[in-house]
């Protein structure tokens, strides 16, 4: 986040990696955006990328990407510096810490429609989503 503070504001107004006019979105745009796609039980199915280009065949087929976020799995990156979980699952940061060790993020998996709320710690690598600002 470049140095700023947790925001749970929508929107966020953090910018941290994000290009000019753009933003880190907050734990509760996440949640917006879950609701708007009807509930993070089913949400996932129209963020991902549709097909198996990218996610494991043959799970994914539930995916219709509508929303035209087109999620991909780009895994995660641990501690240690280990990658994983590549073409199975996408984690995406929020600009909201769950606590003083960990940020909210969101967690896509390719047999799955849930979108997962999960507090990782924030010395691991995850993708991050830019936000138009408005």
Known sequence: MDGASS???NPSGIQGVCPDGWHLPSDAEWTELETLLGGYLYAASSLKESGNSHWIPPYNQDASNISGFTALPGGQRDAA??????????YWWTATSSTTEKSWSRQMRTSSQEVSRLGINKNWGLSVRCVKDN
């Open 7 to 9: 925001s749970n504001d």
């Open 81 to 90: 510096g280990t990658f994983s979980l590549l073409r199975n699952e996408g």
